[in-house]
């Protein structure tokens, strides 16, 4: 049952250090308020009083599930429909080999040059360890549509690009690689909890994504996958551990997958990590995502003007049309790392990504204009003062 709906900002929800603008919400969400309690209580109620029983009482198995629905809420996805557990990789591994089964003669993954790394080199090591012929055809993100050729046999596209913001239409591609009589795989890292998702309607089959990131599940939280519905009972799944078998306490020398959802498990679920996001997810019992829509637009808007007005050595890397971009903005600029480096020093918090790119994250739940006018005067003196010009800013540490 939802919530009557918040006007956002609800700053009081999270835990933010006092003085610090957060614009980095797209990589690692803050703390919500809720979880310390939740988790507390539940280390001590749940695992110290309770122990081997809790999986029973406290209903730790059924968590991936649980949790799953509130996922899809967010996104779009009937109950039932997707499971939590392991990381986005891995999601993506399980996902795109699944999807390879549905379309058995064909050998082309389609993916863009501008998805996120990590998926692309899962789907180089899944086409190397099938050796069967597969091919990983990456193409512009401007082109992804015009690829569905008839040999692609699933399309894996990050929504949302990470480094320029770039928003890809999801109910085009879908029904370009539907009518090329491709499979498509979402990936919605930079999408759940930062735009409005609709996986029933787009109608795709399968779908990805973390929840450290706008859902806020802290660091390490979750993966999760979503497979239609129709699909799941024919799912093969690649990753055959034992919790997504259909009775793991049977203990039975033969896998057999879960008839449900289920059968995307694979082993034992990080139950810390879910009691964690299933409090983090409390916040959105509230928000209207059409709501938070509008706020991300008008946050990033504002924020595009005044750095153009003010901060004339940055140059956009983001679309300039707002229907087009995610949540976050993207400047280029030369020195950005040092750049990046001089901000946070000065509590605003954004992050850069290679070779040029200073990337700032808009986030409803807990930002507002004079976030925005703040973030910009500090982005002003560093700039205009040259501050980023110090040996100290130019050290690139092992996370950027
Ligand atoms: C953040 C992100 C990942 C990270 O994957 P993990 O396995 O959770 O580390 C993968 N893909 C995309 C598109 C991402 O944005």
Redesign the pocket.
């Known amino acids: 049952m939802k919530d009557v709906p918040m006007q956002l900002p609800m700053k009081d929800r999270f835990h933010l250090p006092e003085g610090m603008i957060y614009l980095d919400g797209n990589s690692l969400g803050p703390l919500p308020r809720d979880v310390p309690d939740h988790l507390s209580r539940m280390v001590t109620d749940e695992w110290g009083a309770h122990l081997i029983k809790a999986w029973n009482v406290d209903d730790w198995m059924g968590q991936p599930m649980r949790v799953g629905n509130q996922v899809g809420r967010l996104v779009g996805a009937p109950e039932g429909s997707i499971t939590m557990g392991d ?4 999601k ?1 591994y399980q996902a795109l080999s699944a999807a390879l089964q549905l379309r058995p003669d064909r050998r082309v993954i389609l993916s863009d040059s501008g ?2 790394p ?2 692309l080199y899962m789907a180089q090591g899944l086409i190397a360890h099938l050796n069967a012929g597969h091919e990983l055809r990456v193409v512009a993100p401007e082109e992804v549509a015009g690829a569905m050729t008839d040999d692609v046999a699933v399309a894996m596209i ?1 929504q949302v690009d ?1 480094r320029s913001g770039r928003m890809h239409d999801m109910e085009g591609i879908t029904k370009a690689a539907h009518a090329a009589g491709a499979v498509m795989l979402w ?1 919605l ?2 999408s759940a909890g930062a735009v409005p998702v609709d996986l029933a309607a787009s109608a795709c089959e399968f779908a990805v994504g ?1 929840t450290y ?1 706008y859902l806020n599940g802290g660091p390490g939280a979750p ?1 999760f996958i979503y497979v239609r519905p129709d699909l799941i009972g024919g799912i093969d799944p690649a990753l055959s551990g034992w919790l997504g078998h259909d009775a793991p306490f049977a203990f039975e020398p033969s896998y057999r997958p879960a008839p449900d959802i289920e059968r995307m498990r694979v082993g034992t679920p990080p139950v810390l990590q879910l009691s964690a996001l299933e409090a983090a997810l409390r916040v959105w019992d509230s928000v209207d995502m059409q709501h938070l829509r509008d706020r991300s637009i008008a946050l990033s808007e504002l924020f595009i003007a005044e750095v153009e007005a003010r901060c004339p050595a940055l140059t956009l890397a983001s679309p300039r049309d707002p229907a087009l971009r995610g949540s976050q903005v993207s400047f280029a600029f030369e020195y950005g790392y040092a750049a990046m480096q001089a901000l946070i020093a000065r509590d605003v918090i954004g992050d850069f990504r290679a070779p040029d790119i200073m990337r700032f994250g808009f986030t409803p739940l807990y930002l507002d204009e004079s976030d925005v006018r703040r973030a910009v005067d500090v982005l002003a003196d560093v700039l205009d003062n040259r501050l980023w010009d110090n040996p100290d800013y130019k050290q690139a540490g092992r996370v950027t």
């Not at 990381?87 to 891995?90: A, F, H, V």
């Open positions: 990381t986005l990789s891995i993506v998805n996120f990590s998926d990050t990470y990936d890292a930079h973390c990131k993966a």
